[in-house]
């Protein structure tokens, strides 16, 4: 589904990502760890076309298409999704209104009619209790006043609503509490199919005791400098990343 | 320039004929004496300083004939609203256009030109034309005083409520090789009143003219008055407004402006609030492109007690527009326990649109709370990106973006056709 190929990339003028690779077929649960500046947002945000990233090599193939060619809505109408570490928040625009032009554009791209305001809130319902949103959230303005875990719960609310075939997650479970962990867990667990694949960004071990991964990576000076099973979060949780640091840096330099 | 004009007065004064010894004839003689002591603002006015409208006006018009314009038909049908619902005067380069007619009658509503009003309410004349306007000394404003000579006089007697909205169609034409037009209005608002104003301003023809528009306002104790003013004027035309509300104990004003074309637009709008628990709002929407250059200036001044404020005024610039922005708030000795808010916010869509926009709060009581806050920027990139992400295009993004910015202000308007009207045009300027 998605094969990242030595992929380097800059922002303001300072190379973050140094040699990505990087595949993940469908069905399957990816998760990227790393300490903080590593460089993980930097990739999903290169992945999901945020404009100042300049990918300087490399390629990125998504659904046998190239990607790094394509606006970031055409990603997003191909089936990438970004859940974001920082959802903004962006008043005056409605949660509705937003969703429904989301979904009709991507519907457009793929060829198909609009959905109807009938599906379209039978839909909203379905998912808001999947993800087991409040209405009134969805009511006010999109993530303003927004407390953190309600943000990231609209980032999984959102994609329900979009079912992509990639889903993003950065950071998700930072700052969730145990019970909005679980439901944020549950949600993607539930959307989880043969079809789709999810990267799950993460510092916490304790996400993955709810959504097991297939692949760890550990994601370090933008690199990924080791891969393993869902062992390696275990072992990452106990000694923490000084080892891995030793190893590189003693390798690098 | 100043030469050229008295010469236009003295041709003005033969044609009033006996007119020239009225009371209005006065007001008029004590404004030319002193505009002619200044004339037009110069270069270095401060009032005047990011829109030099002496020099550009001086440059493109003849000052040498400001002489009565004929009465000029213009075809209502095709005019903006003609077909809503709400008493509908027509004012074509000045002038009041069809007779105001018995279709604008209604309980406790008068609507006479100025010059009838002269004859039936002299008392009304008396206290308020020109009060407020030659107070102010500004050049414009005098210079309607000096030569218009026919205007709306609305008045709305005490604790009538008037039913539906009185709708002022202002257009310029260029029939008649005149290009200065002054349009003039006087609006008494009495005690317990209320009543809803808009002043529509629109242009048939793409071609220069300049319309210089002058409304004094009393709104008495406890009424209430909902004052309107759309700017939907050509590329071409420049446009002054100078507008004078009195407020008094008890009243609540709402104004709003929306600014959609205009080759050079000012407005002076300025409220002086005489007695304590006033309310006064004001929102403001110009949306600006091409060169168009729009200066909204306003004063908000707080004389007594109790008085409460608030202004918003936002804009949009796009490709090499430019706007101003100044909002005077005075808070005088006695205006103790002022609430008074100011808030003015700009997106510039391009990199060579412009705003200057100044705050200016002069307070001299110490038992008051006042705030004001401007911000200029282009549409913020991470909510732009946010919205892609999720398959939204780049330009619905940026529609979206734009409606939310204006939309504070689109949902103040309690008029619907009035509020169709300018969120459809937001819709096709935004989109
Ligand atoms: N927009 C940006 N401008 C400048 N530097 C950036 C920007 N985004 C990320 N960086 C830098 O790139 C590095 C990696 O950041 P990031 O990808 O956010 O790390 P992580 O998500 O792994 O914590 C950091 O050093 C960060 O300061
Ligand atoms: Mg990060």
Redesign the pocket.
């Known amino acids: 589904m998605l094969k990242i190929k030595n992929l380097h990339a800059s ?2 003028g ?1 190379q ?1 990502l140094k040699g990505i690779n990087l595949e993940i077929k469908a069905g399957e649960v990816h998760a990227i760890m ?10 999903a ?1 290169v992945l999901a076309g945020r404009e ?2 300049e990918v300087t090599e490399g390629e990125v193939e998504f659904l046998g298409k190239n990607i790094l060619d394509l606006s970031p809505e055409d990603r997003a109408r191909e089936g990438l999704f970004l859940a974001f ?1 920082y959802p903004v928040e962006i008043p005056g625009v409605s949660s509705n209104n937003f969703l429904r032009t989301a979904l009709n554009q991507i519907r457009q791209y793929k060829g198909l009619e609009p959905m109807d305001a009938v599906h379209f809130l039978k839909r909203m319902k379905e998912k808001m209790s999947l993800v087991e949103i409040d209405q009134k959230l969805i009511n006010r303005s999109l993530n303003e006043g927004f407390s953190g875990g309600e943000k990231k719960r609209n980032e999984i609310f959102q994609m329900a609503m979009l079912e992509p075939k990639l889903a993003i997650l ?2 998700t479970d930072s700052g969730l509490d145990i019970d909005a962990l679980r439901i944020v867990a549950n949600g993607v667990n539930k959307l989880k199919s043969k079809d789709n694949a999810t990267i799950v ?1 993460t510092h916490y071990q304790r996400l993955l005791d709810y959504i097991v991964p297939d692949f760890v990576h550990v ?1 370090y000076k933008g690199r990924i400098v080791k891969s393993g099973d869902k062992s390696l979060a275990m072992e990452l949780e106990d000694k923490g990343y000084d080892w891995i640091k030793v190893d590189v840096d003693g390798v690098v330099s | 320039m100043i030469d050229q004009l008295i010469d236009s007065f003295k041709k003005f004064e033969l044609q009033l004929n006996g007119a020239s010894k009225n009371s209005w004839h006065q007001i008029r003689k004590k404004a030319m004496e002193s505009f002619s002591e200044k004339g037009l603002p110069k270069a270095k006015n401060e009032e005047y300083r990011y829109t030099q409208l002496g020099r550009i006006l001086d440059k493109k018009f003849q000052f040498s004939d400001l002489s009565m314009v004929g009465r000029d038909s213009i075809h209502g049908e095709n005019i903006l609203f003609h077909d809503a619902d709400a008493y509908h005067i027509y004012i074509n380069n000045g002038i009041v256009d069809k007779e105001i007619n018995s279709s604008l009658i209604a309980n406790g509503l008068i609507i006479l030109t100025l010059q009838e009003a002269l004859g039936k309410y002299p008392k009304d004349i008396e206290a308020h034309l020109g009060n407020y306007s030659n107070k102010n000394n500004d050049a414009f404003a005098e210079l309607n005083t000096i030569f218009s000579y026919e205007g709306v006089f609305i008045k709305v007697e005490k604790n009538a409520n008037i039913d539906k909205p009185i709708l002022l169609h202002y257009s310029g034409t260029d029939h008649l090789n005149q290009s200065i037009y002054q349009s003039r209005n006087l609006i008494i608002v009495e005690s317990g009143a209320q009543v809803e104003i808009i002043e529509s301003y629109s242009s048939f023809e793409k071609e220069e003219y300049f319309s210089n528009h002058v409304s004094e306002i009393v709104v008495e104790a406890n009424a209430h008055f909902n004052y309107y003013k759309l700017q939907n004027q050509s590329n071409k035309t420049y446009h002054v407004d100078n507008t004078y509300i009195a407020q008094e104990k008890d009243s609540v004003v709402t104004s709003y402006i929306f600014t959609l074309e205009g080759k050079i637009i000012r407005n002076n709008l300025n409220f002086a609030l005489e007695d304590q628990n006033c309310e006064t709002h004001l929102f403001g929407l110009y949306v600006a492109h091409g060169d168009n250059h729009i200066d909204n200036h306003t004063v908000v001044n707080h004389k007594f007690a109790n008085c409460f404020s608030n202004q918003i005024y936002k804009g949009i610039l796009d490709d090499t527009a430019k706007a101003v922005f100044n909002g005077k708030i005075f808070v005088q000795p006695d205006a103790q326990k002022t609430n008074a808010f100011q808030s003015n916010k700009n997106i510039l869509l391009t990199d060579t649109a412009s705003m200057n926009s100044k705050p200016q709060l002069e307070i001299w009581a110490d038992d008051v709370k006042c705030s004001h806050g401007c911000t200029t920027g282009q549409l913020d990139e991470e909510q732009l990106f946010y919205l892609r992400s999720r398959g939204i295009s780049k330009s619905s993004a940026r529609g979206m973006l734009l409606h939310a910015f204006v939309d504070d202000v689109l949902d103040k308007i309690k008029i619907d056709f009035l509020h169709d009207f300018v969120a459809n045009e937001m819709n096709n300027r935004l989109d």
């Open positions: 922002v303001a300072q973050i790393g300490p903080n500046g590593s460089g993980k947002s930097t990739l945000s100042e990233y570490q950065d950071e960004v994601l």
